[in-house]
């Protein structure tokens, strides 16, 4: 198991409160559509800030790499306010993608190396896994590796890379001749280019990235990439369902709030029931996705109690990425016609559960991982 | 962090599978043997009266054993041969028995021990408590909830059967409907009404009536599913002694909503029914291979849909129970599960359906084809017993989401 520091309900809970409210203060929803129309796409002032005073991005960096050693479920209050708030910023991909790959690719060097920066906040990291077919992959790159002399160089493209444009550090999944394995590749280094791309969540920016024998240094054993990005999906998936519930219960809430307060025919519209079913039927949703997030948390812990942690997360992943679609998506039905302008971040929402469900590949990819997992 | 020897519990879990093991068999393995055991996967019966009545006779010998060992009761006062223990103990417990091959004693405890016993607990007078809760906890007596009446269902409040004061006690009058297990059972909690002036909340009275007085008539009703475990109860100037009464004159209200409130966690736990069985990861993974449909992209994704909520509804009960651990009271889960359950096993019941195809409609003899029929058939009722599907609804909306009530 991965969690060395124990931590205490109360202390959950003062933590989701320390941060729900410095985001609440820094990160309001004019904040977060500043930030986002702005380079790079996230405040860069924040983003210091939750590192520095808050220690954010240290909290599940074991302490040997110069983070405080929590676990996932530590993290997932973090990440799950963070969702609420819709706080744009590369959390997501530098503490759960770059840093999840360095620890599962077991490198001594690279973690010693690396990890520290990602824990502090002055490193930004990002794994860039996926090509021109948009799927996750765990083989088969057209990305190449070719040893130069002792040292790797790589060539290829890149696409859908969270945070590609800003990130300081890349690993990179490539093809090598003893099968797929991963790379660090330092922003800046000759023949990386990387342009930002239009997308659907306008909170998460997203880039191409080109390698043209590209300088890189190797992550883990060669060939050892498909284990270590099924790894990272496990932890993944589990670090975005959080999120993905946090946002659910803000959309469950603005709905809630709105329905007491719009009034239609002389009553408020929560009074008819085919409004305050739809409501009932979101809390469900909502509260079942909370349940699948906790125990995939756990089982990624590690928790003597807590189910396999492929299944646990697999089935977060799908239940969570369904839960967030359909409130968001019911959360503007909710609102009416106001839910369906630029002004309302109704929408935000909105993108942000389409983009999420897609992240990984999409239901019928998760779906039948979820089987597989099974054995089905 | 999590391990069992700093948990309180582990030696109470120790001794519940000392007792399962000597008294039980283990259920043989989780793997599941397409075409072998039992082929059924409903919740209600459709077994004649004797095979029925051997059933219920296990059930009672099982309770019994549990009764006699101390796992009969488990929450229940030391006076009347409980353990005083949690109801975290109780689900513990319950947990452990699923591992095991037991009669299934739902006849007694959904509704019997689960509901009407707590309420007794909590409103009887010492000689009614005295008379029959052991009887009731020792498998002896059963029974029945005499709420609903053919004018008063969701509106449960706008009960007519009318109970009036005579010398030493009271006369019931009134039909009662839908009315579970009453054939199997000793005694019944019936809801009345004794003010006809006052609010109806304020207007009505619980008792506690033995059904072998003069006056009470239990007449089956068959069922859409084929069997009749629910019935009409008429009861025609039933004398019920005072000392009888659940609760104050009039304040019936008080002592149905304790009834209701543990309806709520009762229902959906069956763990040794057939229903349990076609839940699992196992069985339904089987069900899609043996049907052909194996490689079939659609049955595939619907059977994926349907494993991950079914299993986050069990992380949700896992959830639950650790938050009851930790002391705190039951929050609007068990609505949430109740909405689940239904929902879940319907979806269950219809997937099934389209994989087995035209075999589910007629007997051919077949293992796992023809008995789907006991799901199908069994489902509508999900959504309607213990509150039905709109007014859980109303329940989340109003009380956990704070919604404006409808306006009456
Ligand atoms: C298998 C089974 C076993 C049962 N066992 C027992 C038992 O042991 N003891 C007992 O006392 N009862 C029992 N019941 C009765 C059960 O509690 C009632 O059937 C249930 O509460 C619904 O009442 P009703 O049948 O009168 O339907 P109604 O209340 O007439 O409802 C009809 C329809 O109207 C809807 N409706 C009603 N009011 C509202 C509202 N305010 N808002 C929106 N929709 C509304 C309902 O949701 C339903 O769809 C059992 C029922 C079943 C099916």
């Known amino acids: ?376 | 962090m999590t391990t069992t020897e700093a948990d309180p519990l582990a030696a109470f879990a120790d001794e519940a599978r000392a007792f399962l093991d000597a008294h039980a068999e283990r259920r043989s393995t989780d793997a599941v043997i397409w075409g072998k055991g039992e082929d059924h996967t409903g919740y209600f019966s459709e077994d004649p009266p004797e095979v029925e009545q051997a059933l219920v006779d296990q059930a009672r010998a099982w309770q019994r054993t549990r009764y006699e060992n101390g796992f009969g009761w488990i929450t229940g006062p030391e006076s009347y041969g409980g353990r005083e223990l949690s109801g975290v103990h109780d689900l513990v417990y319950d947990q452990i028995e699923a591992e095991y091959d037991v009669p299934d004693t739902g006849v007694l405890s959904l509704i019997g021990l689960g509901m009407i016993g707590p309420t007794i607990l909590a409103h009887g007078r010492d000689e009614v408590r005295d008379r029959y809760l052991p009887a009731m906890f020792r498998g002896e007596v059963i029974a029945c909830q005499l709420f609903s009446e053919p004018g008063a269902g969701s509106d449960l409040a706008g009960v007519q059967t009318r109970a009036s004061r005579t010398e030493d006690g009271w006369v019931l009058r009134g039909q009662k409907v839908w009315t579970s297990v009453a054939q199997h059972a000793q005694i019944g909690m019936a809801l009345c009404r004794t003010d006809p002036d006052a609010p109806k909340h304020k207007g009505i009275t619980a008792f506690l009536v033995d059904l072998s007085l003069p006056g009470v008539e239990v007449r089956p009703l068959r069922q859409m599913s084929g069997g009749a475990e629910f019935n009409e109860v008429f009861l025609t100037d039933v004398h019920v002694p005072d000392d009888h009464r659940l609760g104050e004159v009039n304040g019936g209200w008080r002592v149905a909503l304790t009834t209701l409130m543990n309806e709520r966690a009762s229902v959906g736990n069956e763990a040794s029914t057939g229903v349990a069985r076609v839940l699992s990861d196992g069985f339904l993974a089987a069900l899609l291979h043996e049907s052909g449909h194996g490689e079939d992209a659609a049955a595939r994704r619907r059977l994926a849909e349907i494993t991950a909520d079914l299993t986050a509804a069990e992380y949700l009960n896992r959830a639950t129970i650790r938050r009851l651990r930790s002391g705190a009271q039951p929050g609007p889960e068990a609505s949430v599960s109740k909405l689940l359950w239904a929902q879940n096993l319907t979806r269950i019941a219809h997937l099934a359906a389209e994989l087995v195809g035209p075999r589910l409609t007629a007997d051919t003899g077949e293992w796992g084809t023809f008995s789907w029929n006991e799901l199908l058939l069994s489902a509508p009722a999900f959504r309607i017993l213990g509150g039905t599907e709109e007014i859980m609804k109303n329940i989340l909306g109003e009380r956990v989401l704070g919604l404006p009530k409808e306006p009456s």
């Open chain 1, 1 to 376: 198991m991965t969690k060395t520091t124990t931590i205490t309900e109360g202390e959950l809970e003062d933590l989701r409160g320390t941060v729900r409210a410095f985001l609440a203060e820094y990160s309001g929803e004019q904040a977060v559509r500043r930030a986002v129309a702005a380079d790079p796409g996230y405040d860069v002032d924040l983003w210091r800030r939750l590192a520095t005073e808050l220690g954010l991005p240290a909290m599940a960096i074991p302490e040997a790499y110069g983070g405080d050693g929590f676990g996932l479920v530590t993290l997932g209050i973090v990440l799950g306010e963070m969702g609420r708030a819709m706080t744009p910023g590369p959390f997501f991909s530098s503490v759960i993608l770059a840093a999840g790959a360095l620890l599962a690719s077991g490198d001594e060097t690279a973690c010693s190396t690396r990890l520290p920066g990602i824990a502090d906040g002055s490193v930004v990291g990002t794994l860039a896994v996926v090509e021109a077919d948009g799927a996750w992959r765990t083989d088969g790159f057209a990305t190449t590796a070719r040893e130069d002399g002792g040292s790797w160089v790589l060539t290829g493209e890149k696409t859908l890379v969270p945070e590609g444009s800003s990130a300081d550090l890349l690993l990179v999944a490539a093809s090598t001749p003893a099968g797929p394995a991963l790379f660090a590749v330092d922003a800046g280094a000759a023949g990386l280019s990387a342009g930002a791309l239009r997308t659907l969540d306008i909170t998460r920016p997203i880039s191409r990235v080109a390698l043209s024998e590209t300088p890189a240094v190797l992550v883990g054993d060669l060939g050892a990439a498909r284990q270590i990005l099924a790894d990272v999906l496990v932890r993944a998936s589990v670090a975005l369902a959080a999120e993905q519930v946090g946002a659910a219960r803000a959309c469950l809430e603005m709905a809630v709030a709105y329905a007491k307060e719009r009034e239609q025919f002389g009553r408020a519209i929560g009074s008819f029931q085919a409004v305050k079913h739809k409501l009932a039927d979101m809390l469900a949703r909502v509260t079942l996705a909370d349940a699948a997030a906790t125990e995939g948390l756990r089982a990624a812990d590690g928790f003597d109690d807590a189910p396999p942690a492929a299944v646990a997360a697999a089935v977060a992943h799908s239940v969570c990425s369904e839960a967030f679609m359909y409130v968001a998506a019911e959360n503007i039905q909710v609102h009416g016609g106001i839910g369906f302008t630029w002004e309302h971040p109704a929408h935000l929402y909105y993108r942000r559960a389409k983009a999420d469900q897609l992240m990984f590949g999409g239901p019928a990819v998760y779906h039948e991982r979820l089987l597989a997992t099974l054995g089905v």
